[in-house]
């Protein structure tokens, strides 16, 4: 049975797809097999997805929708198959989301650097506690070196949740092959190949103590 990884936030324009794509395709480079599921009615994961499809002969990994009252079903056939599964949810903190939180072995809350967004992660927390879900907070949109970057991962750090120290930088990379169907490692190599193998480690780790 494989894991599940539900990629949730309530604020709009966190990173969840991208984070969410890049992840399905850095443990499907690690040897893992993979299944990325889009829930949110947007979208976007699944046109990463299909144009994915149309630019390479293999995709890596294999890709499912469902509504958010078919995720139970849906998941428990991904995992059987499948060492990871990744959730994208839409971007709302309601009923809608409780099955892909129960469902999951781990919780990502991408948190862009800023307190907007750090203010949304509250609810979000709410439901993965009432889920009994352990849940990772990745800070996406990070601007190293600066003030308000230690400000949020400061107030972020005393939040109900273990916070991933492998940060996404704010790189124009992470745009530019979610639009191709790519992922950054997929890309020339440079510091954001770091950055997500650091964090699928990380990920690893966390799934391996649940």
Same mark, same amino acid.
């Given at each position: 049975?494989?894991?599940? %990884?539900?990629?949730?936030?309530?604020?709009?324009?966190?990173?969840?797809?991208? !984070?969410?794509?890049? !992840?399905?395709?850095?443990?499907?480079?690690?040897?893992?097999?993979?299944?990325?599921?889009?829930?949110?009615?947007?979208?976007?994961?699944?046109?990463?997805?299909?144009?994915?499809?149309?630019?390479? &002969?293999?995709?890596?990994?294999?890709?499912?929708?469902? *509504?958010?009252?078919?995720?139970?079903?849906?998941?428990?056939? !991904?995992?059987?198959?499948?060492?990871?599964?990744?959730?994208?949810?839409?971007?709302?903190?309601?009923?809608?989301?409780?099955?892909?939180?129960?469902?999951?072995?781990?919780?990502?809350?991408?948190?862009?650097?800023?307190? %907007?967004?750090?203010?949304?992660? &509250?609810? %979000? !927390?709410?439901?993965?506690? =009432?889920?009994?879900?352990?849940? @990772?907070?990745?800070?996406?949109?990070?601007?190293?070196?600066?003030? @308000?970057?230690?400000?949020?991962?400061?107030?972020?750090?005393?939040?109900?949740?273990?916070?991933?120290? *492998? #940060?996404?930088?704010? =790189?124009?990379?992470?745009? &530019?092959? @979610?639009?191709?169907?790519?992922?950054?490692?997929?890309?020339?190599?440079?510091?954001?190949?770091?950055?997500?193998? #650091?964090?699928?480690?990380?990920?690893?780790?966390?799934?391996? =103590?649940?």
């Amino acid at each position: 049975m494989g894991y599940v %990884v539900t990629i949730a936030q309530q604020k709009g324009g966190a990173g969840k797809t991208t !984070l969410a794509v890049n !992840l399905a395709v850095a443990f499907a480079q690690a040897g893992k097999s993979v299944a990325l599921m889009d829930i949110d009615p947007q979208g976007s994961a699944g046109r990463w997805f299909m144009t994915r499809v149309e630019a390479m &002969e293999d995709p890596l990994l294999d890709f499912s929708t469902a *509504s958010a009252w078919g995720v139970s079903y849906e998941c428990r056939k !991904l995992a059987d198959a499948h060492d990871i599964v990744i959730i994208d949810t839409p971007p709302k903190a309601d009923s809608d989301l409780r099955p892909a939180l129960r469902a999951a072995d781990l919780v990502l809350i991408p948190v862009a650097t800023s307190h %907007v967004d750090l203010w949304a992660v &509250e609810a %979000v !927390l709410d439901l993965t506690e =009432r889920a009994e879900t352990p849940a @990772l907070m990745v800070m996406t949109r990070a601007r190293p070196g600066t003030k @308000l970057s230690a400000d949020v991962s400061e107030k972020a750090a005393d939040m109900a949740a273990e916070v991933a120290s *492998s #940060a996404m930088a704010n =790189r124009v990379v992470y745009a &530019e092959t @979610l639009g191709d169907g790519r992922s950054v490692l997929e890309a020339p190599k440079g510091p954001a190949h770091a950055e997500m193998q #650091a964090l699928v480690a990380e990920i690893e780790a966390v799934l391996a =103590r649940s």
